[in-house]
């Protein structure tokens, strides 16, 4: 089974109207390679806009949505909402949320479960801290999070994930091509255990954490990683080279 590389740009809470702009028209003239799915979650100020000038073919990501339907949820987004404003993807389980929000990873099920329910592919983020690396209980902390979707969530179809060790996320350190290529095998050795082979086969599993133009030729060319999720670097013209980092290795 051959995966369809995935490149998400991770916007974060980022840019003006302007410089949205400029950088979505700057994405839409880009040589990009067709043969990669690309996915931009700027925040939700933005994502109406981003739909409205994004060339067919590119994506739009939320950063979050909410597990419950249209109601008295001040501040929240739906998944019927994203859908009907042609938002196909969202971004959940991001560590600036668990960490900073104290998401925990119950609540995090259950929006990947209301989610795909509703028809919106989830980027689903799973990393280990510093200290957890350290006491090796990376692949511990890292499978129990997905644990928490499985009980819910059947049909993987719709799940991209996204490896992003909570120690290299805007830090500038990376893990190395073997670090994550060794987590991402893991991953999907745990899919075939626990889900299926079939989602252990399709599942394409990213990685994030201070990914650059520099360092994402040697991440593509390992076998279990499908692809980035992409943060600062999104926002540059670096991304383009990002997403074209499985290109060059093919010679496509």
Known sequence: MVRRFFVGGNFKMNGSEET?????TSLNSAPLDSNVEVVVAPSA?????????????????AQNVFDKPNGAFTGEISVDQLKRAGVTWTILGHSERRVILQEESAFVASKTEAAING???????VGESLEQREAAK??????AQLATVAERVKDWSKIVVAYEPIWAIGT??????????EVHSEIRKWLAKTVSEEA??????????????KNCKELAAQP???????????L?????????????LDGR
């Open 20 to 24: 949205i702009t400029e950088i979505i």
């Open 45 to 61: 100020l933005y994502l109406l806009l981003a739909r409205k000038l994004l060339r067919r073919g590119i994506e739009v990501a």
């Open 119 to 125: 028809g919106i592919g989830v980027i689903l983020c």
């Open 138 to 143: 990376t692949i511990e902390v890292v499978t």
């Open 172 to 181: 500038g350190k990376v893990a190395t091509a073997q670090q994550a290529q």
């Open 200 to 213: 252990s086969d399709n599942t394409r599993i990213i990685y994030g954490g201070s990914v650059t133009d």
């Open 224 to 234: 279990d990683i499908d692809g980035f999720l992409v943060g600062g670097a999104s």
């Open 236 to 248: 540059k013209p670096a991304f383009f080279d990002i997403v074209n980092s499985k290109h060059c």
